[in-house]
Every structure is written in structure tokens, then in C-alpha cells.
């Protein structure tokens, strides 16, 4: 017999596992993912969306965190002509990251409709992530990326297609025009070629074209082309390109004028193009337009410190505001720049009263600190990160801020001096007979440098030959570095002076100087030795190719910033020898021994 006891424990314990079965058959409350899946799509499936809508609605106002309820009710509220409130909806769903590939196409699709541009192109890329053979995603996001101009990340997708597509006349002109953008100018031209076989008419393929063919020397060629792609271009975006394109063309033939023309077209319609910029601030400064150039080349160095690290100095720009702080100007260029508008320096202190300080290149350092360290100070570049007051202005923006020698013309005069006590050293080493006349030479430019440079100034030592048949002549030898081996093997070697060996043996800047200041005048090509001549005011005579930078300017003989120096320039067919020769007369008539030389 039970007990009581023992019956109501009994009891309990079915009563709880009856209370627990029944607990575990009760339905459990739907999830938004079940309610969609099992409700609200085969309504949709049977094509039912008025029936649907309320669920729709139901579980956005729940703020669902399913993005299928936005998309659908976006879609249902678009058929029924509801647009404003449907965009508002698929823009809430274009929110969320869906990791489908079938899913981020539609809602690149989606935003290429709503033309938010940025975010079509972020899904388009995401989908040929996971599926690199979706054709509609390669065709626009290779759109997209030419509408923005990222060029390179367009180039790879636009040759993907080409693989599958190689006869589409479009294709190959946006690979083409990519491919150039992306500095590819072999594969571009190739590209280019193949798009006239199929549209002879293309315009931007026959400045394609031309580019390359004056890449290539030929400029008759080139020039044929770039004349032919001006005509035939029409389309008001198809004449922006050429003109950018055929501008560069003009510019290395030295046709100023033409070249000028198509880029002021071309940046009317592309005016925050940098390269444009540039190629017109060279074209400006070789017309001799030196402040409009430099206003164009200040230009582009504000706009390319927005997009690459600024030096390592957390001082502001200079401006008009600034003027009662120390003004830091920032040597950036060549150290023939450096040479060039460190003029400016002692130039502000004196007309402006302005506080300044210059930071050059290490090789410079000593020379300007003897130079002008008496009322300017002079220190290295590497030493501006140490100052903490005032403000920055790079060295070469310094024209555009304050003016040139065109209008200010006491900025052309010779600002440096060599130290007197190395004079006096070089003097004695030099060691001249009475009446002699020493010249200076120099004839190659440094071969870094040189790879900044549009065109190069280098000639063979041997063709200065002519200057030993100078009476009373002796020549010292400038030249550092690569070219200077070519002495050995001189022809004319002992027209040197004796202790060549020494001179050829300083590298020094300070040196140098000192050394320029025993010659009566100074034959270079252009390369570092013509500024620093200049600057000191030796009489020089620069040899220039027929096309040379635009420190020179394109035409005359004579420098706007350098009165003492002449310029001997290259004519078309005239080789180096008959600018020797021209030199030699001028030589010839400069009274022998005279005191031209620069004083300690």
C-alpha cells in the first residue's frame, strides 16, 4: 500500500513531465525570417503582392532587420506609382551588405539607377570579386571607373572584355584612351591602331596615335596625326580629349602658340587637370610669360600637396597674413632651381621686410650660408622640421607670389659671392701667366636630373676642341661626376691647366664657386654649372638644344634672369660644332685677361 507521502511524490512528478510535454508541443512565436519565408514569398511566387503589401508594411514599421522586406516593398510601392517613398526605401535597403553575388548586382543595379555612382560602382566591384565573368558588372563598373577617371583600376576589366569582344569598336577605344591614361603607351597605341581599322574616323585614336609616334621621334608623323584628330573631332568631349592629348605634341615641336591654344580648351572643360596645368606652365614660361607661368606652376604644387605628404613640418602656407612671422622658403626643385630663385631670400628681407629663413638641398648648404649667411640665415631641408613658428612657401612658388625680373628687374642681378679666402686658394693653384685667358667648361649635367627633364643639353667634350686654338687660352675643366672620364682621352688635354687633377678632384659646391670666380668666361651646357656661373656673374655662354627647358625660355640669346650670360641655341640640322664655333667668336672678342673676373 502507498503511502500518502509516497503518492504525492509520485503524483508531482507525472504531473510535471505531463506540464512539460505539453510545454514542448506549444508553437513557438515566428521569427521575421520564417514569417517572410513562409508567408510573404509564395505570395509573391503566385504574383498575390496586394496581399503581401500588409505583411511588407507590418514588418518594416517592426523595423524588420531583414533587407528582402525593403526591396520588396520598395518594388511594390514603384509598380504603384508611389516613387519618392519607394526611393527612400531602397535607399534604406542599398544600407545593408548582402553577401549573395545575385543580391549586391541587384542593388548595384539599384544605385547605377538612383545614380548614386559611388556605391553601384563598390557593388559592381564586389560582385566580380566572387564572379570575374559577370558581364554586366565588367561593363559598368569599367564605365564608372572612366567616368571618374581612375583609369588604372578601369584598365584590367576593360582588356577582360576585350577577350570576349575583340571587334567592338567602343571597347577598344576605351581600352585605348585607358591604357594611355594608365601610362601605357605601347599597348595604348597598339589598341588605337585596331579601333581605326574598324572607325578610320576616330578621332581620340589619331591623338592617341600621335603621342606615340612623337614618343617615338617621328615627329612628322606625330604631327600629321595630331593635325588630322583636331579636324575630324566633333563631339564636344571627343575635341576636350585631342586637344589634351595633341597639346603635349605642340609642345615638344616647340609650336607654343598651338600647343597654348589646346590647353586653355582643354582645361575650360577639364579645369582641375593637373598635367594640363603643368604642360601650360612650361609652354607660359618658354613664351617668356614668366608671371602667368608661374602662377600656373604654383598651380599644380597646391594641388598635388592635397594629394601626396607634405614635408615633415607642421607649419602653415604662406600668406599675405603671415607676414609679420618667419617666412621659411622650402628649396624643392633642382639644385639649379635652388641656385636660381634663392635670390629671392635676401630680395624679401630687403624690399618687403620680411623675416626669412631658406632651407636648401645638403650640397648647396655651405655655399648660400657663405653666400648670403650674413643677413639670411641658411640651413639644410632636412632641418625645417625643427622650426615651430612662421609659415612655408616652396622656393619656386615665390614668383607667382610675389613677382619676377619682368617686373621687378633688380632681381636679375648676381646675388652670390664666393668665399675670398677659397678664391685666393684657387687662385694661386690656377696659376696664369700674365695676359692668359682661363675658360671654364662643363658638358654634361647630371644624369638624375637629367631624368626629370624634357630634353637633354649633353655634348661631347671632344667637340670643344676649337677653344685650345684660342690664343693665350687655358681651359679648366668643371665637370664632376659621369663625363668626366672623357678628360683621359681629350685631344686637347694639355690645353688644361697643370693642376686639373685637383679641380677635377673637388666636388664641392663652395669650391666650385671659388674656382668659377678665376675664369674669365664660362662655357656649359645646361646643367647646374650655367646657374651657379650665373648667379655669380661670370660671363657665360650656355649651349642649348633646340628644344631646352623652360628656365631658358624658347627664343633669344640672352636670359631675363642672368644679363652676363648668352644663350647659343641649336637651329634644325645645326649640330653642336657650329655653336662652338659661334662661342669662340664671342670668346675672341673679350679683351684677353681683362678684369671680368668676379671678386672675393
Avoid at 515566428?30 to 508594411?57: C, F, K, M, N, W
Avoid at 697643370?498 to 678632384?505: E, F, G, I, L, P
Amino acid at each position: 500500500m502507498l503511502s500518502k507521502r509516497g503518492f504525492g511524490r509520485s503524483q508531482t512528478r507525472q504531473t510535471r513531465e505531463v506540464s512539460g510535454s505539453q510545454e514542448q508541443r506549444k508553437p513557438r512565436p515566428l521569427g521575421p525570417p520564417q514569417i517572410y519565408t513562409d508567408h510573404i514569398v509564395p505570395l509573391l511566387s503566385r504574383g498575390l503582392d496586394q496581399q503581401a503589401e500588409p505583411l511588407h508594411r507590418l514588418m518594416a514599421q517592426s523595423q524588420s532587420p531583414l533587407p528582402e522586406v525593403l526591396r520588396d516593398l520598395a518594388h511594390l510601392l514603384e509598380r504603384q506609382g508611389a516613387s519618392q517613398e519607394a526611393e527612400e526605401l531602397f535607399r534604406k535597403w542599398l544600407n545593408h551588405q548582402p553577401k549573395d553575388p545575385h543580391q549586391i548586382l541587384a542593388q548595384a543595379q539599384k544605385a547605377d539607377q538612383l545614380q548614386l555612382s559611388e556605391l553601384a560602382l563598390e557593388r559592381y566591384l564586389q560582385v566580380l570579386a566572387r564572379q570575374p565573368e559577370q558581364a554586366e558588372a565588367l561593363i559598368r563598373a569599367s564605365q564608372l571607373l572612366i567616368k571618374g577617371g581612375n583609369f588604372a583600376k578601369a584598365q584590367p576589366l576593360l582588356l577582360q572584355r576585350l577577350e570576349t569582344d575583340s571587334n567592338n569598336p567602343d571597347l577598344l577605344i576605351q581600352a585605348s584612351h585607358s591604357c594611355f591614361e594608365a601610362g601605357q603607351l605601347n599597348k595604348a597605341a597598339n589598341l588605337a591602331e585596331r579601333a581605326l581599322e574598324l572607325v578610320p574616323d576616330a578621332a581620340s585614336m589619331k591623338a592617341v596615335l600621335a603621342r606615340d609616334r612623337q614618343h617615338r621621334g617621328d615627329e612628322a608623323g606625330a604631327l600629321a596625326l595630331a593635325n588630322q584628330a583636331l579636324l575630324l573631332a566633333q563631339d564636344p568631349a571627343d575635341r576636350t580629349l585631342v586637344n589634351r592629348l595633341v597639346a603635349w605634341v605642340f609642345l615638344e615641336q616647340g609650336q607654343l602658340e598651338r600647343s597654348e591654344g589646346c590647353l586653355r580648351f582643354a582645361l575650360a572643360a577639364e579645369p582641375a587637370h593637373p598635367e594640363l596645368h603643368l604642360q601650360l606652365a612650361q609652354t607660359l614660361l618658354l613664351r617668356q610669360n614668366l608671371k602667368e607661368g608661374f602662377d600656373e606652376y604654383r598651380w599644380v604644387k597646391e594641388h598635388l600637396l592635397h594629394q601626396q605628404p607634405r614635408n615633415s613640418t607642421s607649419l602653415p602656407s604662406w600668406t599675405n597674413a603671415r607676414s609679420h612671422e618667419p617666412l621659411a622658403l622650402l628649396s624643392e626643385g633642382t639644385l639649379g632651381d635652388t641656385l636660381l630663385f634663392s635670390r629671392y631670400a635676401p630680395w624679401l628681407k630687403s624690399r618687403h621686410g620680411l623675416d626669412v629663413r631658406l632651407y636648401v638641398q645638403l650640397p648647396l648648404h655651405k655655399l648660400l650660408q657663405q653666400a648670403l649667411g650674413e643677413t639670411i640665415p641658411v640651413e639644410p631641408c632636412s632641418s625645417l622640421r625643427q622650426l615651430n613658428e612662421g609659415s612655408v612657401l616652396p622656393l619656386l612658388s615665390a614668383p607667382a607670389e610675389f613677382g619676377t625680373c619682368q617686373e621687378h628687374p633688380e632681381l636679375n642681378q648676381p646675388h652670390l659671392k664666393p668665399d675670398p679666402q677659397t678664391c685666393e686658394h684657387w687662385r694661386q693653384l690656377v696659376d696664369l701667366m700674365p695676359g692668359e685667358r682661363l675658360i671654364g667648361i662643363n658638358w654634361q649635367g647630371s644624369p638624375l636630373e637629367a631624368l626629370t627633364e624634357r630634353h637633354r643639353s649633353d655634348f661631347p667634350l671632344e667637340i670643344l676642341k676649337p677653344l685650345s686654338a684660342l690664343p693665350n687660352t687655358k681651359l679648366i675643366s668643371l665637370q664632376k661626376g659621369m663625363g668626366a672620364e672623357q678628360l683621359h682621352s681629350c685631344s686637347f688635354r694639355k690645353s688644361f691647366i697643370t693642376n686639373q687633377k685637383a679641380v677635377s678632384a673637388e666636388l664641392r659646391f663652395e669650391q666650385t664657386a671659388a674656382l668659377m670666380a678665376q675664369c674669365d668666361v664660362i662655357l656649359t651646357d645646361d646643367s647646374g654649372p650655367a646657374h651657379l656661373a650665373g648667379c655669380l656673374g661670370v660671363p657665360t655662354i650656355v649651349l642649348l638644344p633646340e628644344l631646352c627647358n623652360w628656365r631658358w625660355g624658347a627664343m633669344g640669346t640672352s636670359s631675363p634672369w642672368y644679363p652676363q650670360t648668352i644663350l647659343l641655341r641649336k637651329q634644325p640640322g645645326e649640330g653642336w660644332q657650329s655653336l662652338v664655333d659661334q662661342a669662340c667668336g664671342i670668346i675672341e672678342k673679350l679683351e684677353s685677361g681683362a678684369p671680368s673676373r668676379v671678386s672675393g
